[in-house]
């Protein structure tokens, strides 16, 4: 903690209080709550924030119409329906008889629809919260303060991240726990329990993931510069270019050629590859009575989860050690003013 000392012939300044201080177990929450509450007060956030409310009401309408679809499959006014599904989902399953029984296979694939329209709701979501998190900090001179007795550079480094990863829950793992509660409360649910619990459990996991691996991106940008625009524009470099990046090789290369790591460079892809691992879809479809054509819109690219997996576990593990080595060199910089 600093205080600061006025007289009338010198400038105010601060000087560092020695005094005993309580540990601070709680200090990462107070700059969560902080962080978040002063994003929140904008008006354009908040409306982007709100507008995630949008997949709980799509994602409940189209379960309602699955399970209308299993009342009249068969007839000729399930054809709409029909056409929705494949259009939607890219799943063909006008020859299914006993449509209940794909209910599960069905609802996981909406959910990764979700997941790829969320990840763009993410993207601008991050880009807006999240580059003035420590370049402000850095711009404002702040850190003197933030790191007096007893905020640690750790507590600093999880509390700003939390808030990068609120947001990123609020557009994207709030929203699909969200749809689940609610299509269970309309529809009737899964056949069992389990296999409802098993997918919300998917869903947190998938959620999870995001939030680590986006704010942790974020953070490790965010303490590069004093420049939010900079940071800004770094941001969608990764998340954008990368894309493009990969659609390049994908185009110039044979399809076996992109299974391992030349397939793995969009963090988008990698993401949604895992989720597709998480969710068991090549293996339900591939084991269900449907043709192959009849699904194989539905299949993300047969990228190897191994090596997504290994992409993103090294792009989050160098965004926390070099946001982490940031931190403490400010900490240190901090103790001697």
């Known amino acids: 903690m600093t205080t600061a000392t006025t007289s009338t012939t010198r400038p105010c300044r601060y000087q560092r209080w ?41 994602s409940c309408g189209i379960f309602y119409a699955l399970s209308l679809l299993e009342t009249i499959v068969g007839t000729p006014q399930a054809k709409g329906l029909y056409d929705f599904v494949r259009g939607f989902l890219g799943v063909d399953i006008s020859s299914v008889s006993r449509l209940e029984e ?8 909406v959910f990764l629809v979700m997941i790829k329209i969320q990840m ?22 702040a850190l003197p303060i933030y790191f007096a007795k007893p905020v640690a550079p750790l507590t600093y480094l999880l509390g700003k991240w939390m808030v990068v990863a609120s947001f990123i829950a609020m557009v994207m793992l709030l929203p699909n726990l ?7 409360l309309m529809t009737g649910g899964l056949g069992s329990w389990s296999q409802s619990l098993g997918l919300a459990w998917d869903l947190l996991v998938s959620g999870l993931g995001v939030c680590v ?31 493009f990046a990969q659609a390049i ?24 590859v895992l989720t597709d691992w998480l969710f068991g879809m090549r293996q339900a479809w591939e084991a269900s009575s449907l ?11 047969p990228v190897k989860p191994l ?28 103790a001697n003013v």
């Open 291 to 301: 043709p192959v054509e009849a699904f194989s819109e539905a299949l993300v690219k």
């Open 120 to 141: 763009f709701w993410v993207l601008f979501v991050v880009a807006r919260v999240g580059p003035g998190l420590i370049a402000n900090d850095l711009k404002a001179r």
């Open 213 to 243: 691996l986006g704010g942790m991106i974020m953070i490790a940008l965010s303490s590069m510069t004093s420049d939010s625009r900079y940071v800004t524009g770094a941001w969608l470099a990764v998340c954008v270019l990368l894309v």
């Open 18 to 58: 020695d005094g005993e201080l309580n540990q601070g177990h709680w200090t990462w929450l107070t700059i969560v709550v902080t962080g978040v509450r002063r994003i929140a007060k904008n008006a354009k956030t908040r409306t982007l924030i709100m507008t995630s409310g949008l997949f709980v009401l799509g």
């Open 249 to 272: 090789v994908n185009e110039a290369l044979p399809g076996k050629s992109v299974q391992g790591f030349l397939g793995c460079i969009s963090l988008r892809d990698n993401v949604l």
């Open 178 to 184: 969200l749809s689940l509660l609610v299509g269970t």
């Open 102 to 109: 794909f209910r599960g296979i069905l609802w996981r694939c």
């Open 307 to 334: 090596y997504s997996a290994v992409v993103l576990g090294g792009w989050t593990l160098a965004a926390v050690l070099f946001s982490y080595r940031q931190v403490v060199r400010f900490s240190r910089s901090a």
